[in-house]
């Protein structure tokens, strides 16, 4: 119980940062400025294409001492990796789900004579975050187990003390591992619920 609190907050303060990198990815992804897209799009593939530990590593030891650049605390670090790495994932879903709304939307906006930014704020996105809302759900679970590597950059959390419990003494290994996995399926029944219930209201109103 000592560490659930750095658990919780990595959790809650990287989905909020990586929701967020997620909108902006994959609004970028569709800009007609070609400067944008293929910067964006190397953030994405960078982030997707490697590992989330060696993003860690990299930015808890590699980038203080090859460019003397302080993040800040590891708790900092560990929120900011876990958020740019979910963000890059989840931008492809914002990018689907908008391009998955119907063209007569956009047409029927256009012929209403609304500016792209209403058409999007007003038209699209609403739609297309109906959509969006069971893999964002989804992510949220990803998310939560993704905290257990904070621990690796010295940080506090449920994984840390279960190690530290299961070093004094090694044969209640399989006891102290047990108890971590109730630990984390407790902390996701909360999340799998509202997962559940996204999917509900991303059904409402959709023709079947």
Request: aromatic residues 12%; hydrophobic residues 55%; charged residues 10%.
């Amino acid at each position: 119980m000592r560490g659930i609190n750095i658990t919780i907050s990595v959790l809650i303060v990287s989905a909020i940062l990586g929701y967020l990198m997620a909108f902006i990815a994959g609004l970028c992804r569709l800009s007609s400025n070609v400067f944008i897209r293929k910067a964006t799009g190397f953030y994405i593939e960078l982030f997707r294409g490697t590992s989330l530990i060696v993003q860690l590593f990299w930015l808890y030891y590699a980038v203080p001492m090859l460019f003397d650049i302080q993040l800040g605390s590891n708790w900092l670090v560990g929120v900011v990796a876990i958020a740019l790495n979910y963000g890059a994932y989840m931008s492809e879903i914002v990018r689907g789900s908008i391009l998955s709304v119907a063209k007569g939307q956009t047409e029927a906006a256009t012929a209403l004579n609304m500016s792209s930014f209403q058409r999007m704020r007003l038209i699209i996105l609403p739609q297309a975050v109906r959509m969006m809302l069971p893999e964002f759900g989804n992510y949220l679970i990803q998310m939560l187990k993704a905290t257990s590597l904070v621990y690796l950059i010295g940080m506090n959390d449920i994984l840390y003390y279960g190690n530290i419990l299961r070093s004094n003494d090694l044969s209640q290994a399989p006891t102290v591992y047990l108890l971590l996995l109730v630990f984390y399926f407790i902390l996701a029944l909360p999340i799998i619920w509202l997962t559940r219930k996204a999917e509900v209201i991303s059904k409402k109103g959709v023709a079947s």
